[in-house]
């Protein structure tokens, strides 16, 4: 899709009410979902970040949307697909400057250049007891990426046509963070799985976008 198409139908969102919880289930094991539902995440303490969706067209001027594949490290998201942000600093002055933060340490983009839309539904993630907060932003003059060499192995430049494509919606048996061999939805782009918090972001901003295209 062209992104200045793109990007002038999909300011309509910014008055759309939230999918939220209902949307994450989607693409959320059974298992975790019935996790969600009886604990109290407000009473965990949790710590805080914050990401950024980075909509922005390729040379092509098609719609591209902005993944990455973390480095291998010793801890609980090593070697996953996700978004550019990251955990809250003191000098922050809140979330959408976290994740502003974050992808300009990331990737290398200047956080004045981003047109942020929504501020999207906070997604909790158990093993790291993190309470993320995720942020959709148009980035229509893009720059090249320059990759953080201790965080990021490298991008994901998912087309925004396949990330709405139903053909991309699969399953997998995966072993997760709280249990072995289960069936997890997720979705295949660029060949890889993307599956857990990010899926259930994912998950909101499909459905948000799917009300305006």
Request: hydrophobic share 40%; charged share 25%; net charge negative.
């Amino acid at each position: 899709m062209n992104f200045i198409d793109f990007s002038e139908i999909a300011l309509k969102i910014k008055d759309l009410p939230l999918p939220g919880e209902e949307s994450h289930y989607k693409m959320s094991p059974e298992l975790r979902v019935q996790w969600l539902k009886s604990n109290r995440v407000e009473e965990m303490n949790t710590k805080k970040a914050g990401v950024m969706a980075l909509f922005y067209p390729d040379m092509e001027q098609e719609t591209r949307l902005l993944l990455i594949l973390r480095k291998a490290y010793e801890g609980v998201h090593s070697n996953q697909i996700g978004f550019p942000g990251g955990k809250v600093e003191q000098a922050d002055r809140d979330l959408l400057d976290t994740a502003l933060r974050e992808t300009h340490e990331e990737v290398g983009v200047v956080p004045t250049a981003v047109e942020v839309i929504k501020e999207l539904s906070n997604v909790y993630i158990p093993p790291s007891n993190f309470m993320v907060t995720p942020f959709i932003g148009m980035y229509p003059e893009p720059k090249p990426f320059v990759l953080q060499e201790t965080e990021v192995e490298r991008l994901v430049e998912v087309y925004v046509k396949d990330f709405l494509d139903d053909a991309n919606l699969i399953e997998e048996i995966l072993t997760t963070s709280y249990a072995k061999n289960i069936r997890v939805p997720a979705y295949k782009l660029n060949g890889y799985t993307v599956w857990g918090a990010t899926a259930m972001m994912l998950s909101e901003i499909r459905e948000l976008l799917r009300q305006v295209l």
